[in-house]
């Protein structure tokens, strides 16, 4: 479904993507890791077309991903965002059915509201929740509204940029949990951006390592901890002592 490959992506002389290649089978859900500034989220952007690549192909169900209408290229994806994202003006209701009451998807109010209130009891949030405002919920809360408009248009691809931070591990865990039930039920293709080793178990059904620009290892999940790959075990176990430099 997803096709990356020779991508590279400089700003200046900070070369952050040096080669990436990738590909995400129909229906399965990859996990990129990798150190926070090691381009995770220019990974996902480039996909997205949010930052051109400077070289590399992009491919998206076989086909360019810079080319084509661009509006229909969007409507596939559904994305949860890092810090929820949440419009704070706008009702729960009318966050998670954002998408659905505009453009090519646009529906009539009430379906739309129909539609959010049936996704957020997906997500475990009662009805009541719909005509509140962000600021009103936890952050809990709040990242399981932004699952809810995810997934509320039914999209094909799914990303989620680091979806359990700032939650507790408790909530952390409800968190994975739903992504991974959702996922299954609805057969999309994900990509999930993360540093957090629980989220990478729960969650993959492969994983890629982003370290110096490149991937450098990608494979099935269960066999991440016998890989042997010293980039990897030292980011699995979280050691100081290994080819990571970190940051003092």
Known sequence: MIRLTDVKKSFGPNHVLRGINLHVPKGESMVVIGGSGTGKSILIKSVLGLVTPDAGTIEVDGKDATKGDRDAFLARFGMLFQGGALFDSLPVWQNVSFRLMRGALKRPKEEAREIA????????????????????????????????????????????????????????????????????????TTMTITHDMSSVRTIADKVAMLQDGVIQWTGPVGEMDSAGDPYLNQFVTGSAEGPIEAVR
């Open 117 to 188: 209130i049936e996704k957020l009891r997906r997500v475990g949030l009662k009805p009541d929740v719909a005509d509140r405002l962000p600021a009103e919920l936890s952050g809990g809360m709040q990242k399981r509204v932004g699952l809810a408009r995810a997934i509320a248009a039914e999209p094909e691809i799914i990303f989620f940029d680091e979806p359990t931070t700032g939650l507790d591990p408790i909530m952390s865990g409800v968190i994975n949990d739903l992504i991974r039930e959702i996922v299954t039920e609805m057969g999309a």
